[in-house]
C-alpha cells in the first residue's frame, strides 16, 4: 500500500443545490465554463492535480502547502470575476494519503472535505497542520479560528482562514527570477547560515535567529568582504545542501555553521568556518560563557572571522563603528522575542501587536537601547492607530542613542518621506547604506525612495544591485523595479518585473491595474483590482496613495486617475 504525504484541497459550490432548482441548464454551463475555463487551468499553474471530481465539487493534489493556497486565492478571485459568479467554499489540509491507482483515500482527504465544508463562502480555510507547514515562508495572513469538532472526526481541530497578503516583508526560500544573477565566486565572502538549536528546544530558535542576525550585521560593516544578507542565508535554513551548492548559489568563499545553547545563566555557542570550493574545515570554535558575556563573543567570533578571510586592519578601524549594546541583556531578548513576532508579519493579525508589546519591553527594561525603538516603529507602521508625529520621536530617539545602526536610519528615512520632508530622508537613506554595504535587502528599500524622489532610473539601478548580492529578495522589495518602470512610463516592462515576482501584493497588483489602464486594457485591470482586494479585501484608495508618496504630485494624481478606473474603493 503506496501512503504519500501531501497538500489536499477540497471545493464546492455554495448553494449549489438551490441554483440548480433555479436554472438547471444554466447552472451546468456556467459550472462547466468554469472548470475548463478557470478551475483547471489555475490548478495546472500551481502545480495541483484534480483527482476526483463529484458534481459540483473537485479534489485536488499538491506537493507543496504554499503551492495550494496560492491556487486557492486566484480560484477564489478569479471564479468571481465572472459575469455569472458561483461562489466557492475552499478548504485544504496537510496529510497522510493512501494513493490507489490516480485516487486518494484517507483521513488527509476527509479532513479537507470536513473543513471545505465548515468554510464561509468565499473563503479560504486551512487545517493547523497545513498552517504550521506554511506560517514561516507564507506571504499571507491567517485568522485563527479556534477549534472545531468536525462531522465524523472524533478530535478537534484548529482552523485558520486566509485573510489577505503580508502588510510586512516575508523572506523567501527560493531564489526569485532576476535578470542579474551571480557570475563568480568573490574571494572575501560569507554566509552565515541560520544558527540550530542544540538539544530541540525550538522555544530558543528565535535567540539563534537573532544572533545569527547579529553576526551578519557586524559581518556587513566590513567593506572589504562581501556578506550574504539574512535573506539569503535564512533561504538555507531547512535545505541541507552541501557547502559547495550553497556556495555557487549564492557566490561565496566561505561559510559560517553554528548551534547555541541556553542554560540558565549559562551560553554555549559552537562555530565553525567551511570553505566551500574545498570544503576544508578553517577553523571551529566553542563558547561556553556566562550569559553576560554574549557580546563579548560575538566581537571575538567577528574579529577571527575577519582576521582568517581579509586581514586584521579593517577590524581594528571598525570598533568604533559598532553599534551600541543595550545595558540590559533582558532588553536584548525581548528584542529578539519582538524580531520573531516582526518576522512572522501579519502570519496571524495578533503576530505584529505581539511584536509591539515585546518592543516596548525592551524599551521599558533598557531607555537606552536604541535598535528596539527603531524596531517598535518599523513594526507599528503596519497598525490601524500608527501615529507618525510619535514615530518620529522614537526615531529621533533611536539615532541619538545609536548613531551607527543602519536600519535605525532606514527607517527614519521611511518616515521622514511619509512626513514630506525629502531631504532629510535622503541623507538617512544614504546613512543606511554606507554603514551597512553588504545589506541588500536595506539598499532594495532604499529603491523605494529614489522612486518617490523622481529618481527611478536611480532606483533600478540599486535594484539590479541588490539582486546581485542577494537573489533571495523578498518581493516586498522587488515590486520596487515594477514600480520605478511605472514612473518612467514604461508600461510594458513594470508588467514583466511585477510578473516576475514569486508572488503578488495587493501593492503590485495595484500598480499592475494602473499599467493596464494606461495601455487600454480595462478588463485586465479590473481583474487585477479583484485580485488585489481579495489579499487585502479592506483596501481603499485613501489607506493605499499613504504609502505612495510621490514628490511630484502630477505623477501621484495620474496614478489615482488610473486606479479610478480600474475600479479601486475611493
Same mark, same amino acid.
Given at each position: 500500500?503506496?501512503?504519500?504525504?501531501?497538500?489536499?484541497?477540497?471545493?464546492?459550490?455554495?448553494?449549489?443545490?438551490?441554483?440548480?432548482?433555479?436554472?438547471?441548464?444554466?447552472?451546468?454551463?456556467?459550472?462547466?465554463?468554469?472548470?475548463?475555463?478557470?478551475?483547471?487551468?489555475?490548478?495546472?499553474?500551481?502545480?495541483?492535480?484534480?483527482?476526483?471530481?463529484?458534481?459540483?465539487?473537485?479534489?485536488?493534489?499538491?506537493?507543496?502547502?504554499?503551492?495550494?493556497?496560492?491556487?486557492?486565492?486566484?480560484?477564489?478571485?478569479?471564479?468571481?470575476?465572472?459575469?455569472?459568479?458561483?461562489?466557492?467554499?475552499?478548504?485544504?489540509?496537510?496529510?497522510?494519503?493512501?494513493?490507489?491507482?490516480?485516487?486518494?483515500?484517507?483521513?488527509?482527504?476527509?479532513?479537507?472535505?470536513? %473543513?471545505?465544508?465548515?468554510?464561509?463562502?468565499?473563503?479560504?480555510?486551512?487545517?493547523?497542520?497545513?498552517?504550521?507547514?506554511?506560517?514561516?515562508?507564507?506571504?499571507?495572513?491567517?485568522?485563527?479560528?479556534?477549534?472545531?469538532?468536525?462531522?465524523?472526526?472524533?478530535?478537534?481541530?484548529?482552523?485558520?482562514?486566509?485573510?489577505?497578503?503580508?502588510?510586512?516583508?516575508?523572506?523567501?526560500?527560493?531564489?526569485?527570477?532576476?535578470?542579474?544573477?551571480?557570475?563568480?565566486?568573490?574571494?572575501?565572502?560569507?554566509?552565515?547560515?541560520?544558527?540550530?538549536?542544540?538539544?530541540?528546544?525550538?522555544?530558543?530558535?528565535?535567540?539563534?535567529?537573532?544572533?545569527?542576525?547579529?553576526?551578519?550585521?557586524?559581518?556587513?560593516?566590513?567593506?572589504?568582504?562581501?556578506?550574504?544578507?539574512?535573506?539569503?542565508?535564512?533561504?538555507?535554513?531547512?535545505?541541507?545542501?552541501?557547502?559547495?551548492?550553497?556556495?555557487?548559489?549564492?557566490?561565496?568563499?566561505?561559510?559560517?555553521?553554528?548551534?547555541?545553547?541556553?542554560?540558565?545563566?549559562?551560553?554555549?555557542?559552537?562555530?565553525?568556518? %567551511?570553505?566551500?570550493?574545498?570544503?576544508?574545515?578553517?577553523?571551529?570554535?566553542?563558547?561556553?560563557?556566562?550569559?553576560?558575556?554574549?557580546?563579548?563573543?560575538?566581537?571575538?567570533?567577528?574579529?577571527?572571522?575577519?582576521?582568517?578571510?581579509?586581514?586584521?586592519?579593517?577590524?581594528?578601524?571598525?570598533?568604533?563603528?559598532?553599534?551600541?549594546?543595550?545595558?540590559?541583556?533582558?532588553?536584548?531578548?525581548?528584542?529578539?522575542?519582538?524580531?520573531?513576532?516582526?518576522?512572522?508579519?501579519?502570519?496571524?493579525?495578533?503576530?505584529?501587536?505581539?511584536?509591539?508589546?515585546?518592543?516596548?519591553?525592551?524599551?521599558?527594561?533598557?531607555?537606552?537601547?536604541?535598535?528596539?525603538?527603531?524596531?517598535?516603529?518599523?513594526?507599528?507602521?503596519?497598525?490601524?492607530?500608527?501615529?507618525?508625529?510619535?514615530?518620529?520621536?522614537?526615531?529621533?530617539?533611536?539615532?541619538?542613542?545609536?548613531?551607527?545602526?543602519?536600519?535605525?536610519?532606514?527607517?527614519?528615512?521611511?518616515?521622514?518621506?511619509?512626513?514630506?520632508?525629502?531631504?532629510?530622508?535622503?541623507?538617512? %537613506?544614504?546613512?543606511?547604506?554606507?554603514?551597512?554595504?553588504?545589506?541588500?535587502? %536595506?539598499?532594495?528599500?532604499?529603491?523605494?525612495?529614489?522612486?518617490?524622489?523622481?529618481?527611478?532610473?536611480?532606483?533600478?539601478?540599486?535594484?539590479?544591485?541588490?539582486?546581485?548580492?542577494?537573489?533571495?529578495?523578498?518581493?516586498?522589495?522587488?515590486?520596487?523595479?515594477?514600480?520605478?518602470?511605472?514612473?518612467?512610463?514604461?508600461?510594458?516592462?513594470?508588467?514583466?518585473?511585477?510578473?516576475?515576482?514569486?508572488?503578488?501584493?495587493?501593492?503590485?497588483?495595484?500598480?499592475?491595474?494602473?499599467?493596464?489602464?494606461?495601455?487600454?486594457?480595462?478588463?485586465?485591470?479590473?481583474?487585477?483590482?479583484?485580485?488585489?482586494?481579495?489579499?487585502?479585501?479592506?483596501?481603499?484608495?485613501?489607506?493605499?496613495?499613504?504609502?505612495?508618496?510621490?514628490?511630484?504630485?502630477?505623477?501621484?494624481?495620474?496614478?489615482?486617475?488610473?486606479?479610478?478606473?480600474?475600479?479601486?474603493?475611493?
Amino acid at each position: 500500500m503506496e501512503r504519500r504525504l501531501v497538500a489536499i484541497l477540497s471545493a464546492d459550490v455554495v448553494g449549489y443545490s438551490s441554483l440548480m432548482g433555479e436554472d438547471e441548464d444554466g447552472t451546468l454551463l456556467t459550472l462547466k465554463t468554469f472548470e475548463s475555463e478557470v478551475i483547471e487551468p489555475v490548478v495546472k499553474k500551481h502545480h495541483g492535480r484534480i483527482f476526483k471530481k463529484m458534481g459540483d465539487g473537485y479534489l485536488v493534489e499538491f506537493g507543496s502547502a504554499l503551492d495550494s493556497i496560492d491556487c486557492a486565492l486566484e480560484w477564489q478571485a478569479l471564479t468571481q470575476n465572472k459575469s455569472q459568479p458561483l461562489q466557492y467554499r475552499i478548504g485544504i489540509n496537510l496529510g497522510d494519503v493512501i494513493v490507489e491507482g490516480s485516487d486518494l483515500y484517507g483521513d488527509g482527504v476527509n479532513i479537507a472535505a470536513r %473543513i471545505q465544508a465548515a468554510a464561509d463562502p468565499k473563503s479560504v480555510v486551512v487545517s493547523q497542520s497545513l498552517f504550521d507547514q506554511v506560517k514561516r515562508h507564507s506571504p499571507y495572513r491567517f485568522s485563527d479560528q479556534g477549534l472545531h469538532s468536525l462531522k465524523n472526526l472524533s478530535e478537534e481541530i484548529r482552523l485558520y482562514k486566509v485573510v489577505g497578503g503580508m502588510p510586512v516583508h516575508r523572506f523567501l526560500s527560493k531564489p526569485n527570477k532576476t535578470r542579474s544573477q551571480v557570475k563568480e565566486v568573490r574571494a572575501a565572502s560569507i554566509a552565515v547560515l541560520p544558527f540550530s538549536v542544540s538539544g530541540g528546544d525550538e522555544d530558543q530558535q528565535y535567540f539563534a535567529d537573532g544572533l545569527t542576525e547579529d553576526i551578519i550585521i557586524e559581518l556587513a560593516r566590513f567593506n572589504k568582504m562581501f556578506v550574504c544578507s539574512r535573506s539569503a542565508s535564512f533561504a538555507y535554513e531547512t535545505k541541507g545542501e552541501s557547502p559547495q551548492k550553497i556556495g555557487q548559489d549564492l557566490g561565496v568563499k566561505h561559510i559560517l555553521e553554528g548551534q547555541v545553547r541556553r542554560l540558565g545563566s549559562q551560553v554555549r555557542i559552537s562555530v565553525q568556518l %567551511i570553505n566551500t570550493e574545498t570544503n576544508d574545515h578553517l577553523w571551529a570554535e566553542r563558547y561556553d560563557r556566562p550569559l553576560d558575556d554574549l557580546f563579548d563573543v560575538l566581537d571575538e567570533l567577528v574579529s577571527r572571522i575577519v582576521g582568517t578571510i581579509v586581514g586584521r586592519v579593517e577590524a581594528a578601524d571598525m570598533k568604533e563603528a559598532r553599534r551600541k549594546r543595550p545595558e540590559e541583556l533582558t532588553a536584548y531578548d525581548y528584542m529578539l522575542r519582538g524580531l520573531e513576532h516582526h518576522r512572522l508579519g501579519g502570519v496571524t493579525v495578533d503576530n505584529i501587536k505581539e511584536a509591539v508589546k515585546w518592543f516596548d519591553r525592551a524599551i521599558e527594561t533598557d531607555p537606552n537601547y536604541g535598535l528596539a525603538y527603531a524596531w517598535r516603529v518599523c513594526a507599528s507602521s503596519w497598525l490601524p492607530e500608527f501615529d507618525l508625529n510619535e514615530s518620529m520621536r522614537f526615531m529621533q530617539k533611536a539615532i541619538e542613542l545609536d548613531e551607527n545602526d543602519a536600519e535605525a536610519h532606514r527607517i527614519m528615512g521611511a518616515c521622514q518621506m511619509l512626513s514630506g520632508d525629502f531631504k532629510t530622508a535622503e541623507y538617512h %537613506i544614504r546613512r543606511a547604506m554606507t554603514l551597512n554595504p553588504s545589506d541588500a535587502y %536595506i539598499k532594495a528599500r532604499s529603491a523605494a525612495f529614489y522612486t518617490f524622489n523622481g529618481e527611478p532610473a536611480r532606483a533600478l539601478e540599486l535594484i539590479e544591485e541588490a539582486v546581485v548580492q542577494d537573489p533571495f529578495l523578498p518581493v516586498w522589495c522587488l515590486e520596487e523595479r515594477g514600480i520605478a518602470f511605472f514612473a518612467l512610463e514604461r508600461y510594458e516592462e513594470a508588467l514583466q518585473a511585477l510578473g516576475e515576482m514569486s508572488f503578488q501584493t495587493f501593492r503590485s497588483r495595484c500598480y499592475e491595474a494602473a499599467c493596464k489602464i494606461a495601455l487600454g486594457d480595462l478588463p485586465g485591470a479590473s481583474l487585477a483590482i479583484d485580485k488585489a482586494l481579495l489579499i487585502h479585501p479592506t483596501l481603499t484608495a485613501a489607506e493605499f496613495f499613504y504609502f505612495e508618496t510621490f514628490r511630484d504630485k502630477d505623477q501621484k494624481i495620474n496614478l489615482q486617475k488610473l486606479l479610478e478606473v480600474a475600479g479601486l474603493p475611493a
